[in-house]
């Protein structure tokens, strides 16, 4: 990697790419925010937008934490696996298309989502619970797993699993697992599974921060962000959905029932797309990544007060520790410990 992206570097950089440097006089640039794991910048200039990413080899955060940059190739692969198969369907999901690869500086160019679509994760840290977002996520999802199990063809770039070793697995489940030794037998048992299996594609983080919402003129939702997509076990998905609306269930508790009602939506929608019953290792799952987003190497931004965090942390332990495997289950246990 001899480039480094920046606002400033930008231009240059673009005005030596064959198929977009037409594009660049006088462009404007932007980091744009959320770069723990790559620098990212909007270019805007004659009519054209981009957005370009690069990943870092050491994310951004004060706690060692060193990635392998060829993570933003497999990103670009990804992306276009899910632009295949969500383009013949009727859903109202897009995927930003792949513009251009640099495999010398380890930069991808993406077109950028429309100018009204806004980050879903603000709208509901804002309180604003739309059951419809919930719904088409976990339809997209179900539809991708679906059709991606069944492509062997599509699966195959996608064998390796150090992105999502070094960016989740390792920050996440080995993390909790030695700081939380009462439950690491559990989190072990988990870790393994998802490191064993190899059913379909997973993205690997499909969260609110990952899904843009366009509602202004039509209805869609934009999917970003594959850098850690690999072939993988389906529960780890959806249990990363899950685990955000909970968590949020809980750190906006007043309104904990419309997160929960979104959470139902979202996992009652990805079943009715996939042909297998992942309920009890989604749950399971979802107890290791809540405990993982309070006390794991990236805990979530927004829940500050000590109180939500062990609200959370008993949460996690619990559906560790006892029967909880199905999500009506999770739900009575989630309001429990808010009530």
Known sequence: MSFTLTPDSVEQYLSRREGVSEDTDGVEADELGGGVSNRVVMVRGAGNCLVLKQPRPNLAVEADWPADVDRVHNEAAATRVYGSILEPTALPAAVPAVRFEDDENDVVGFECAPDDARMWKADLLDG????????????????????????????????????????????????????HPDVAEAIEAATDRA?????????????????????????????????????????????????????????????????????????????????????????????????????????????????????????????????????????????????
């Open 128 to 179: 604003r619970v739309d059951v419809r977002v919930a719904e088409t996520v976990g339809r997209v999802l179900g539809a991708v797993h679906d059709a991606a199990a069944e492509a062997p063809e599509l699966l195959a770039p996608f064998e390796s699993k150090l992105p999502f070793d070094q960016l989740r697995i390792d920050p996440y489940h080995r993390t909790v697992a030695r700081r």
């Open 195 to 339: 490191l064993g299996s190899d059913r379909t594609l997973v993205h690997g983080d499909y969260s609110p921060k990952n899904v843009l919402v366009e509602d202004t003129d039509r209805f869609r939702v934009w999917i970003l962000d594959f850098e850690v997509a690999h072939r993988g076990g389906p529960a780890f998905d959806a249990a990363f959905m899950l685990n955000h609306l909970f968590i949020k269930s809980v750190y906006n508790d007043d309104r904990g029932a419309e997160y929960r009602d979104a959470a139902r939506a979202f996992f009652d929608a990805y079943e009715e797309h996939v042909a297998w019953d992942i309920e009890a290792e989604t749950i399971e799952e979802l107890g290791v990544l809540m405990l993982a987003r309070v006390d794991g190497k990236s805990p979530v931004e927004y829940v500050e007060r000590a109180e939500t965090k062990q609200t959370l942390r008993r949460i996690a332990k619990r559906t560790l520790t006892e029967p909880v495997r199905k999500l009506a289950a999770f739900e009575t246990l989630v309001r429990s410990e808010t009530a």
